[in-house]
C-alpha cells in the first residue's frame, strides 16, 4: 500500500506562487495515478488536478492554466506548482493515488495548508 505525505504550504500573497510536494513510499509508486484535492473550511474536499502513472495530466476548471502537476518517479514524489495564487486558493491541500475511475483509493494523510491574502 502507497502512503504519501504532503509538504510545502504556507502563506502567501495574492499573486504569489508555491510549490507542493507529495512524497510516497510503500508499493511501486510509478504504477499509481495521483491526485491532488483541497478542502477550503466549510466546503467539501475538491478536486484540483490528476497525473497518471505515463504523465498524463488534466486539471479542475479553477485552476487550470495557473497550476501544474508533474511526478518525479525516481523520487517517488508529485509536485503540484501553483502560480497566480488567489484567495479562494486558500485550503488543506491533500493527495491521493487514484483508481482506473479516477476516485482516490488510499488513506487521507494531514495534507499541507495553504494560506493566500488579498
Known amino acids: 500500500q502507497v502512503q504519501l505525505v504532503e509538504s510545502g504550504g504556507g502563506l502567501v500573497q495574492a499573486g504569489g506562487s508555491l510549490r507542493l510536494s507529495c512524497a510516497a513510499s510503500g508499493s511501486i509508486f510509478s504504477a499509481n495515478a495521483v491526485g491532488w484535492y483541497r478542502q477550503a473550511p466549510g466546503n467539501e474536499r475538491e478536486w484540483v488536478a490528476a497525473?497518471?502513472?505515463?504523465?498524463?495530466?488534466k486539471y479542475g476548471d479553477s485552476v487550470k492554466g495557473r497550476f501544474t502537476i508533474s511526478r518525479d518517479n525516481a523520487k517517488n514524489t508529485v509536485y503540484l506548482q501553483m502560480n497566480n495564487l488567489k484567495p479562494e486558493d486558500t485550503a488543506v491541500y491533500y493527495c491521493?493515488?487514484?483508481?482506473?475511475?479516477?476516485?482516490?483509493?488510499?488513506?487521507w494523510g494531514q495534507g499541507t495548508q495553504v494560506t493566500v491574502s488579498s
Open positions: 491521493n493515488t487514484l483508481n482506473g475511475l479516477g476516485r482516490p483509493i488510499g488513506s
Open positions: 497525473i497518471t502513472n505515463f504523465g498524463g495530466t
